[in-house]
């Protein structure tokens, strides 16, 4: 049975900094991509950002350009997000995804393994 596992969400101040971390298990994602995936409170999930599995291409969404940074062990199965700068409109359920169909690094749709996700919140 694959499974996602997210973990370091939590409560921080804005300015503040969270890494968040995915840890697969049940089968090796080795040759996939990676992602994460947000939902805030009355609103769509959305891209965050995505990694190749060679960690060679990077992919995020223009509001967490400069802040946010992925990265992933293979040896471990487990993807990271570094969020720094952290701002209130961060606040939302943190989703990683294994992408194993062919399309493009932004759609959710693209991903077919999903975490339970860990939730960010960022006070003012």
């Known amino acids: 049975q694959v499974q996602l596992v997210e973990s370091g969400g939590g409560l921080v101040q804005a300015g503040g900094s969270l890494r968040l971390s995915c840890a697969a298990s049940?089968?090796?994602?080795?040759?996939?991509?990676m992602g994460w995936f947000r939902q805030a409170p009355g609103k769509e999930r959305e891209f965050v950002a995505a990694l190749s599995w060679s960690g060679g291409r990077t992919f995020y969404t223009d509001s967490v350009k400069g802040r946010f940074a992925i990265s992933r062990d293979n040896a471990k199965n487990t993807v990271y997000l570094q969020m720094n700068s952290l701002k209130p409109e961060d606040t939302a359920v943190y989703y990683c995804?294994?992408?194993?169909?062919?399309?493009?690094?932004?759609?959710?749709?693209?991903?077919?393994?999903w975490g339970q996700g860990t939730q960010v919140t960022v006070s003012s």
């Open positions: 049940g089968r090796t994602f080795s040759g996939y991509a």
């Open positions: 995804a294994v992408k194993t169909s062919s399309g493009s690094h932004y759609a959710d749709r693209a991903y077919d393994y």
